[in-house]
């Protein structure tokens, strides 16, 4: 079935010439001015594949048919390409504005003419298709996250969830202490705290689910033991990159702790400049009829990378930034900064106890 198109030109000869031109390829209908293209797109817009439209008319001119169309919804719908005399850049910018495709010079060239009308009858079905696809996904991720809320729902309701949030709580709170130990006994023996201040945190039910359904993962108390290491986390503030290693070394050290994962991202930062070393450990906590062995992620930073990530932290999650890839790079660019300055503080320390040793 041939395609229709709307020729609108209050000059006969014109409308005579685009209709021989496209008729072989599409269904042509014709107006004479703004008002009678107006009445046929009412009737009939739907299974307008294209609109030629002149500017200069009697009665209604091609900028008030634009406008209209514009506020009857038609112009994302209806590709519009116009028919020109002459080349005027404050025309062609105001048409484009207004929402136009492309425009058609005269004289009439028809390979020309069918190229353009074609191309914008392709892109517009294009655009149309993407839209629909994106319309269809966004439906598809709507349904999914209602269904995802059900079930977090129904597993928050769940006694074996909470047990197992309380369970996670006590770990936290066993690292913590196990932690608060070791500030203590460094502050009696030696005068000095390894550590500057600790934050603990349990992830967020819609964390949990969110990141299990990234994975596509099940949403089941099971499913989060056994495929997330992050659900309890700590981040410990030293004052010193080797404050980072020893601490982490006399946890690690603790017979009845196990590491089961390390990622050091200060001997290999993370592209954006990230620095922090990360520990997986596994952690016994004492419940009332057994002892249970509990994951927990420890964050360990100095002052100045903490700073840095929660300035980036809340930097990145800016919509819309302008110069992204520049601000990216100054990012990077402090985040080097901050190491050679915790370093150069390292090493006034160690000036500072020289010939001494070094508390902790």
Same mark, same amino acid.
């Given at each position: 079935?041939?395609?229709?198109?709307?020729?609108?030109?209050?000059?006969?000869?014109?409308?005579?010439?685009?209709?021989?031109?496209?008729?072989?390829?599409?269904?042509?209908?014709?107006?004479?001015?703004?008002?009678?293209?107006?009445?046929?797109?009412?009737?009939?817009?739907?299974?307008?594949?294209?609109?030629?439209?002149?500017?200069?008319?009697?009665?209604?001119?091609?900028?008030?048919?634009?406008?209209?169309?514009?506020?009857?919804?038609?112009? &994302?719908?209806?590709?519009?390409?116009?028919?020109?005399?002459?080349?005027?850049?404050?025309?062609?910018?105001?048409?484009?504005?207004?929402?136009?495709?492309?425009?058609?010079?005269?004289?009439?060239?028809?390979?020309?003419?069918?190229n353009r009308v074609k191309n914008s009858i392709t892109l517009f079905a294009y655009k149309r298709h993407l839209?629909?696809?994106?319309?269809? *996904?966004?439906?598809?991720?709507?349904? *999914?996250?209602?269904?995802?809320?059900?079930?977090?729902?129904?597993? +928050?309701?769940?006694?074996?969830? !909470?047990?197992?949030?309380?369970?996670?709580?006590?770990?936290?709170?066993?690292?913590?202490?196990?932690?608060?130990?070791? !500030?203590?006994?460094?502050?009696?023996?030696?005068?000095?705290?390894?550590?500057?201040?600790?934050?603990?945190?349990?992830?967020?039910?819609?964390?949990?689910?969110?990141?299990?359904?990234?994975?596509?993962? &099940?949403?089941?108390?099971?499913?989060? *033991?056994?495929?997330?290491?992050?659900?309890?986390?700590?981040?410990?503030?030293?004052?010193? &990159?080797?404050?980072?290693?020893?601490?982490?070394?006399?946890?690690?050290?603790?017979?009845?702790?196990?590491?089961?994962?390390?990622?050091?991202?200060?001997?290999?930062?993370?592209? !954006?400049?990230?620095?922090?070393?990360?520990?997986?450990?596994?952690?016994?906590?004492?419940?009332?009829?057994?002892?249970?062995?509990? @994951?927990?992620?420890?964050?360990?930073?100095?002052?100045?990378?903490?700073?840095?990530?929660?300035?980036?932290? @809340?930097?990145?999650?800016?919509?819309?930034?302008?110069?992204?890839?520049?601000?990216?790079?100054?990012? +990077?660019?402090?985040?080097?900064?901050?190491?050679?300055?915790?370093?150069?503080?390292?090493?006034?320390?160690?000036?500072?106890?020289? !010939?001494?040793?070094?508390?902790?």
């Amino acid at each position: 079935m041939l395609q229709k198109i709307l020729v609108v030109d209050d000059a006969e000869l014109n409308r005579e010439l685009l209709h021989d031109v496209l008729a072989e390829e599409y269904l042509v209908d014709t107006a004479e001015d703004g008002a009678q293209a107006l009445e046929k797109l009412d009737a009939d817009a739907r299974n307008t594949a294209a609109l030629l439209l002149d500017l200069n008319m009697p009665r209604m001119d091609g900028f008030a048919v634009l406008e209209e169309m514009g506020r009857r919804g038609w112009l &994302p719908k209806i590709p519009v390409l116009i028919i020109s005399g002459e080349y005027s850049p404050d025309v062609e910018t105001r048409c484009f504005q207004l929402g136009v495709s492309d425009f058609i010079h005269k004289p009439f060239e028809s390979s020309i003419v069918k190229n353009r009308v074609k191309n914008s009858i392709t892109l517009f079905a294009y655009k149309r298709h993407l839209e629909q696809t994106v319309e269809e *996904q966004a439906e598809a991720l709507k349904k *999914q996250k209602q269904i995802i809320q059900i079930q977090a729902e129904q597993l +928050k309701a769940s006694e074996s969830f !909470n047990r197992l949030m309380m369970e996670y709580e006590a770990a936290i709170m066993e690292m913590e202490t196990r932690l608060k130990v070791l !500030n203590t006994e460094f502050s009696q023996a030696y005068k000095r705290n390894p550590f500057e201040s600790i934050k603990s945190r349990l992830k967020s039910i819609s964390s949990i689910y969110e990141k299990l359904g990234r994975r596509g993962l &099940p949403i089941t108390v099971e499913s989060i *033991q056994e495929n997330l290491a992050d659900v309890a986390g700590l981040r410990v503030i030293c004052s010193f &990159p080797d404050d980072i290693y020893r601490l982490a070394e006399l946890i690690t050290m603790q017979d009845d702790i196990t590491l089961v994962r390390e990622k050091d991202y200060i001997k290999n930062p993370k592209p !954006n400049g990230y620095r922090s070393l990360h520990l997986i450990l596994e952690v016994p906590i004492f419940l009332s009829r057994e002892k249970k062995q509990m @994951k927990v992620e420890v964050q360990f930073r100095t002052i100045a990378m903490d700073f840095w990530a929660s300035l980036e932290h @809340k930097l990145k999650y800016k919509r819309d930034v302008a110069h992204a890839t520049e601000i990216s790079r100054q990012l +990077k660019a402090c985040a080097d900064s901050i190491e050679t300055l915790d370093y150069q503080m390292q090493q006034i320390r160690d000036q500072i106890y020289q !010939n001494r040793e070094i508390p902790f």
